[in-house]
């Protein structure tokens, strides 16, 4: 097989070769793609629409949204067309391209997550600190923050990737190009990256994932000594599935980009890998919204809105 050099396409594995298999699979996912878009762009637009929403929480709950429905159009939509075209091939640079958004967003949807959760301990532990910790401006600079170290984090990965040289095959065991599945093909000696991809999914995402504990802990506590029982059921319905879906989205990850490079790909590596690049973005609006009295009222009012206009 050529070198990475002269290697310009990848061959991306389908979910089956029977027909009937590929067009339930290009079905299910296209469905779970639109339930997506529909829900997190629907809490972009309230959101931004409805002033009573114009605060930290709903800026980075806007913020998670966006990231959402641009995280899962990087890998669905393309496996929806391999599934039902008889071409499941992908250019070297359309490789790079979701290599690099995929660690993109799997960064900016991890260090988002954990903003929000510093944010609701600030707003249950430390109410009367909040508006000058959690102000616009400190909201606004640690997404920036967010977003530029991302595209450091991911142009780095990328790079240290793609100086590989790949000769072993150009099948990728895998419904999008990843790390883990491109490590598999090299021929070069891997050892350092994989070290790399090691320490930094250590940091980054055990990191996050303390952090994001250490926080609920701290409002579980302070929730259980408040004196409603009604004000306890409502943290705990929130708090819950958002540390569900964080356990989710880490565990299915980090197995994926932890496990050895010379195992086979199997298909419980692909199932792993559906879980931390479609299930989080599909559940995230349920998770932290539609579970939200004030995002159901402020989508109530702008359905009434819209609809009373048009009777109009």
Known sequence: MP????????????????????????????????????????IVIVTTLNKSLHTPMYFFLRNLSLLDASYISVTVPNSCINSLLDSNTISKAGCVAQVFLMIFFVYL?????????????????????????????????????????????????????????????????????????????????????????????????GGSFIFIIRSYIHIFSTVLRLPSGADRAKAFSTCIPHIIVVLVFLSSGLYVYLG?????????????????????????PIVYSLRNEQIKCAIRTSFKQLFGSRNL
């Open 3 to 42: 070198n990475s050099t002269m290697m310009m396409e990848f061959l991306l594995m389908r979910f089956s070769n029977e027909w009937e298999l590929r067009v339930l699979h290009a079905i299910s996912f296209f469905l779970m793609y639109l339930i997506t878009l529909t829900g997190n762009f629907l």
């Open 109 to 205: 949807e991890m260090l988002f997550l954990t903003i929000m959760a510093h944010d609701r301990y600030v707003a249950i532990c430390q109410p009367l600190h909040y508006p000058v910790i959690m102000n616009p401006q400190v909201c606004v600079q640690m997404t920036l923050a967010s977003i530029l170290s991302g595209l450091v984090y991911s142009a780095f990965h990328t790079g240290n990737t793609f100086r590989l040289s790949f000769c072993h095959s150009n099948i990728i065991h895998q419904f999008f190009c990843d790390i883990p599945s491109l490590l598999k093909l090299s021929c070069s000696d891997t050892f350092s990256n994989e070290i790399i991809i090691l320490a930094s999914a250590l940091v980054i995402g």
């Open 260 to 284: 050895p490079s010379a195992v086979s790909a199997t298909i419980q590596d692909v199932i792993l890998s559906v879980l931390y690049s479609v299930i989080p973005p599909l559940f995230n």
